[in-house]
């Protein structure tokens, strides 16, 4: 049974900076490619940033420059450093798991809340 769980949400201030974790277990974590997926209020969940095992990344526009992702296959863990936050990045930030060669294998975490106030 895979299992995600994120961890590091918060409030902080607008300009400042957040790291979001996700530990996951029962999959193959090499095999995976890693994503952060976010949902604001009354919007659709949207891809923010993912990388493949084997290390390539890709963001969202308007995250590009801000945020990065990073992972650690030893210790099944996935990061988002996220800088100088903005009210518009306030949202439920989702940790998901996609197996590299068939994509429709997949699993999400719970979530964890990211407020950025003004």
């Known amino acids: 049974q895979a299992q995600l769980v994120e961890s590091g949400g918060g409030l902080v201030q607008a300009g400042g900076s957040l790291r979001l974790s996700c530990v996951a277990s029962g999959i193959i974590f090499r095999l995976n490619t890693m994503g952060w997926y976010r949902q604001a209020p009354g919007k659709q969940r949207e891809l923010v940033a993912r990388?493949?095992?084997?290390?390539?990344?890709n963001f969202a526009d308007s995250v590009k420059g801000r945020f990065s992702i990073s992972r650690d296959n030893a210790k099944n863990t996935v990061y988002l450093q996220m800088n100088n936050l903005k009210p518009e990045d306030t949202a439920v930030y989702y940790c998901?798991?996609?197996?590299?060669?068939?994509?429709?294998?997949?699993?999400w975490g719970r979530g964890t809340q990211v407020t950025v106030s003004s």
């Open positions: 998901n798991a996609r197996w590299a060669t068939d994509p429709r294998i997949e699993s």
């Open positions: 990388i493949t095992g084997g290390g390539s990344t």
